[in-house]
């Protein structure tokens, strides 16, 4: 069973940061992409920040020169480093994972359960 563990998320003021953490743990074969997604009350989720296994990511427009991402291989841990938060930042954070169970079965996605991030002061 493939599992999704969040850290990391809580309450900070304007201009703070955070960091939040994803571990997958459980069985599997190969992990593509891992990446973090956010829904904010009364919104659609979307896409955060997402890297693939080649290192390559990629940034919603929004978070692009305030957000990072970046990865533990050993670890099969992502991370979310989140600096300047603005109010609008306020969101439950998913966690992704796009891997494959076992070298039979395609991949497909899995979620975490989600972390809160508030910013407000």
């Known amino acids: 069973q493939v599992q999704l563990v969040e850290s990391g998320g809580g309450l900070v003021q304007p201009g703070g940061s955070l960091r939040l953490s994803c571990a997958a743990s459980?069985?599997?074969?190969?992990?593509?992409?891992m990446g973090w997604y956010r829904q904010a009350p009364g919104k659609q989720r979307e896409l955060v920040a997402a890297?693939?296994?080649?290192?390559?990511?990629n940034y919603a427009d929004s978070v692009k020169g305030r957000f990072t991402i970046f990865r533990d291989v050993a670890r099969n841990t992502v991370y979310l480093q989140m600096n300047s938060l603005k109010a609008e930042d306020t969101a439950v954070y998913y966690c992704?994972?796009?891997?494959?169970?076992?070298?039979?079965?395609?991949?497909?996605?899995?979620w975490g359960q989600g972390t809160q991030v508030t910013v407000s002061s």
């Open positions: 890297i693939t296994s080649a290192g390559s990511t």
């Open positions: 992704n994972a796009d891997l494959r169970p076992a070298p039979s079965i395609r991949a497909k996605d899995y």
């Open positions: 459980g069985r599997f074969f190969s992990i593509n992409a």
